[in-house]
T-cell receptor, first 113, second 113 residues
Framework: AQSVTQLDSQVPVFEEAPVELRCNYS??????LFWYVQYPNQGLQLLLK??????LVESINGFEAEFNKSQTSFHLRKPSVHISDTAEYFC???????????FGKGTRLHILP | NAGVTQTPKFQVLKTGQSMTLQCAQD?????MSWYRQDPGMGLRLIHY???????DQGEVPNGYNVSRSTTEDFPLRLLSAAPSQTSVYFC????????????FGNGTRLTVT
């Protein structure tokens, strides 16, 4: 069965600095990977996804993630964060169309002024 | 355009009581699922369904029952509530299971005393 590890429970970063949120997965088959974001007091929404093709995927608000099969990783990056990026970020994995979607424990991104 | 609708938003139960959390989606999605969110634990999958008449267990199914008699509805039943079931519950659906983004409801905050 698949699993997801988000090693950092909290990441503090200064405004306009770059950030990387780490995600590693475990699976014996091909995977589909997602990042979701939960802003304070809100529900979860999709940030970006990897299904196939290019290993680098981007979101509309400047985040990107790269699928690395050899390292079983799908780290999330942003070159310059804003205060509005304050949220909790969840990595998720699935093994196929009729398969469940499993989430990591989440990483809280704290933007320092 | 309702999306995923969860009711109730808040609920307080006494230990041993039973209740049903309702979830409905109007997007004709095949896949529906229930997660619980607890601090530091991320989202943990309780049960999921890949279509009407089909359900399966997730990571933490004990104490919960589900059924999927229609495409639209996926209720979650707590047969005998316990304080350990105090949590925020999210229902989510996707068009084609593990290869499509999840659409989340607004959550139900459940307290068991």
């Amino acid at each position: 069965a698949q699993s997801v590890t988000q090693l950092d429970s909290q990441v503090p970063v200064f405004e306009e600095a770059p950030v990387e949120l780490r995600c590693n997965y475990s699976s014996s088959v091909s995977v589909y990977l997602f990042w979701y974001v939960q802003y304070p007091n809100q529900g979860l929404q999709l940030l970006l996804k990897y299904l196939s093709g290019s290993t680098l995927v981007e979101s509309i608000n400047g985040f990107e993630a790269e699928f690395n099969k050899s390292q079983t990783s799908f780290h999330l990056r942003k070159p310059s964060v804003h205060i509005s990026d304050t949220a909790e970020y969840f990595c998720a994995v699935s093994e196929g169309r009729d398969d469940k979607i499993i989430f990591g424990k989440g990483t809280r991104l704290h933007i320092l002024p | 355009n309702a999306g995923v609708t969860q009711t109730p938003k808040f609920q307080v139960l006494k230990t041993g009581q039973s209740m049903t959390l309702q979830c409905a989606q109007d997007m004709n999605h095949e896949y529906m699922s229930w997660y619980r969110q607890d601090p530091g634990m991320g989202l943990r999958l309780i049960h999921y369904s890949v279509g009407a008449g089909i359900t399966d267990q997730g990571e933490v199914p004990n104490g919960y029952n589900v059924s999927r008699s229609t495409t639209e509805d996926f209720p979650l039943r707590l047969l005998s509530a316990a304080p350990s079931q105090t949590s925020v519950y999210f229902c989510a659906s996707s068009a084609t299971g593990g290869v499509s983004p999840l659409h989340f409801g607004n959550g139900t905050r459940l307290t068991v005393t």
